[in-house]
T-cell receptor, first 115, second 110 residues
C-alpha cells in the first residue's frame, strides 16, 4: 500500500470557478477525513466519513463545499464558486475506526490558489 | 474559541538535549491525545498517542505526559536529533474527529 494519495498536488483557479479534489485512502481504513490548513495554523476539520456515510460536516463549511465517498473507497471534495479565501492546503487523511490510538495517515495535500 | 492550544510557536534546542513541547486543551470530553510531526511539503505524520485514562506513554525517544487536572500535555524527545527538526502538532480526539493546535516549530542544532 502506498499510503494516502491526493490529486492534484497543486491547483490554480480563477475566482468563481469550481474545483474538485480526489483522495485515495489506505484500503484497510474505514474512516476518511478532510482538513484545511492555512499558513501558520493547524489543520482545520472539514468533514469525515465512516465507510460511505458522511458522519459530520464542520459548521464552518459553507454550502459551496461538498464531499462524497461513493462505495466507501476514494473521496472527492468539491468547492463551487471559489473565493480567494478558499486558498489553502486541503489535506485528506484516513484511519482505522477501531484503533484511534494509531492516529491518522495523511496525504501530502492539494494546494489550492484562487486568483 | 480554540480548544487545543500550543502557546510556543517555536523551540530551539541543542542536539543531544531534551526537547519539551507543550499543549493545553479546554474540552474535558477529549478521550485521546496525539502528536504529529510535519516536514515541509508533506502531510503530518503520526508520532505517538495517549489515552485520557493514562498519564504517560513512551515510544523510544518520545514520551507523552498527560495532566488531566491541568488540561495539559507535553511531548518529550530525548535525545534530540537534527532530523527531529519539524513542526509538531498536538491533536485531541472527540466523537471520532481530531482538533489540532497551531503547531510548534522545533529546531535541533548540531
Amino acid at each position: 500500500d502506498t499510503g494516502v494519495s491526493q490529486d492534484p498536488r497543486h491547483k490554480i483557479t480563477k475566482r468563481g470557478q469550481n474545483v474538485t479534489f480526489r483522495c485515495d485512502p489506505i484500503s484497510e481504513h474505514n474512516r476518511l477525513y478532510w482538513y484545511r490548513q492555512t499558513l501558520g495554523q493547524g489543520p482545520e476539520f472539514l468533514t469525515y466519513f465512516q465507510n460511505e456515510a458522511q458522519l459530520e460536516k464542520s459548521r464552518l463549511l459553507s454550502d459551496r463545499f461538498s464531499a462524497e465517498r461513493p462505495k466507501g473507497s476514494f473521496s472527492t471534495l468539491e468547492i463551487q464558486r471559489t473565493e480567494q479565501g478558499d486558498s489553502a492546503m486541503y489535506l485528506c487523511a484516513s484511519s482505522r475506526g477501531d484503533r484511534v490510538d494509531y492516529g491518522y495517515t495523511f496525504g501530502s495535500g492539494t494546494r489550492l490558489t484562487v486568483v | 474559541d480554540q480548544q487545543v492550544k500550543q502557546n510556543s510557536p517555536s523551540l530551539s534546542v541543542q542536539e543531544g538535549r531534551i526537547s519539551i513541547l507543550n499543549c493545553d486543551y479546554t474540552n474535558s470530553m477529549f478521550d485521546y491525545f496525539l502528536w504529529y510531526k510535519k516536514y515541509p511539503a508533506e502531510g503530518p505524520t503520526f508520532l505517538i498517542s495517549i489515552s485520557s485514562i493514562k498519564d504517560k506513554n513512551e515510544d523510544g525517544r518520545f514520551t507523552v505526559f498527560l495532566n488531566k487536572s491541568a488540561k495539559h500535555l507535553s511531548l518529550h524527545i530525548v535525545p534530540s536529533q537534527p532530523g527531529d527538526s519539524a513542526v509538531y502538532f498536538c491533536a485531541a480526539l472527540d466523537a471520532g474527529k481530531s482538533t489540532f493546535g497551531d503547531g510548534t516549530t522545533l529546531t535541533v542544532k548540531p
